[in-house]
């Protein structure tokens, strides 16, 4: 079921286990202006899940902001043929001859630039993602870039603490190391998204961040300020 967050923004939460760490997933709908739905990180589209998308308007946008995130991106362009796809480069190369298929750039695009931000973050060579910033309800969207786990399982608070995520909210370890040598490029990008004045974290996966979103995001790269 969908879940109200604010006036116009709303999420799915859906379980997702991978190698017995329940990372969970999570879409998320933004109402825009003009009453069409932006449909961030789709996952399974249920009959009653699309019923109640049709219940709230037209779903016009549909985007995989990471490279992870189209495991059930045709059930939803099958669902909603009529919807444009706006996808990172590595996914949009896959469905370049879908008409209304676009491949996302750094900055917004009319007709969603007036109410949705966002940037093509830059976090080495093996993770691409575009993070987004709804300035209605001062909400940010991250894909994998950073996330909390809080699952009590064995393999997930191991694999949280191996890679720094347990209970906090951080990016992954492994992005310090894919980005030796390009911490300039990193920094530009947290400098980027900390100009937005975002209360709300709503990550793909994990827990969200309810509250002061921009100190918690910024305390999560504050290694990143020193970095050359």
């Known amino acids: 079921m969908l879940q109200r967050v604010d006036a116009h923004l709303w999420i799915a939460g859906d379980p997702l286990r991978v190698f017995g760490i329940e990372l969970g997933r999570r879409m998320t709908v933004i109402a825009l202006p003009d009453g069409s739905l932006f449909v961030h990180s789709p996952w399974e589209m249920t009959p009653e899940r699309k019923?109640?998308?049709?219940?709230?308007?037209?779903?016009?946008?549909?985007?995989?902001?990471?490279?992870?995130?189209?495991?059930?991106?045709?059930?939803?362009?099958?669902?909603?043929?009529?919807?444009?796809?706006?996808?990172?480069?590595?996914?949009?190369r896959r469905f370049s001859s879908r008409p209304g298929a676009f491949p996302l750039p750094d900055r917004a695009v009319s007709p969603w630039g007036?109410?949705?931000?966002?940037?093509?973050?830059?976090?080495?060579?093996?993770?691409?993602e575009t993070v987004f910033f709804h300035r209605e309800s001062r909400s940010l969207l991250p894909a994998d870039l950073c996330f909390r786990l809080e699952g009590?399982?064995?393999?997930?608070?191991?694999?949280?603490?191996?890679?720094?995520?347990?209970?906090?909210?951080s990016p992954t370890r492994d992005i310090r190391l894919w980005t030796l040598g390009q911490r300039r490029l990193l920094r530009a990008s947290v400098e980027r998204v900390l100009e937005w004045p975002f209360e709300r974290i709503v990550p793909a996966h994990?827990?969200?961040?309810?509250?002061?979103?921009?100190?918690?995001?910024?305390?999560?790269?504050?290694?990143?300020?020193?970095?050359?």
């Open 51 to 92: 019923r109640r998308l049709l219940d709230l308007g037209q779903v016009r946008y549909i985007v995989a902001p990471g490279r992870f995130h189209d495991l059930y991106l045709e059930q939803a362009l099958e669902a909603f043929p009529q919807a444009e796809l706006h996808a990172i480069p590595s996914i949009f």
């Open 152 to 169: 009590r399982g064995p393999m997930t608070r191991l694999a949280g603490h191996g890679f720094g995520v347990h209970q906090r909210f």
């Open 206 to 228: 994990g827990e969200m961040i309810r509250e002061n979103g921009r100190e918690v995001f910024e305390a999560a790269f504050g290694w990143v300020s020193g970095s050359t």
């Open 114 to 128: 007036d109410a949705i931000d966002q940037h093509a973050f830059r976090a080495g060579p093996f993770h691409s």
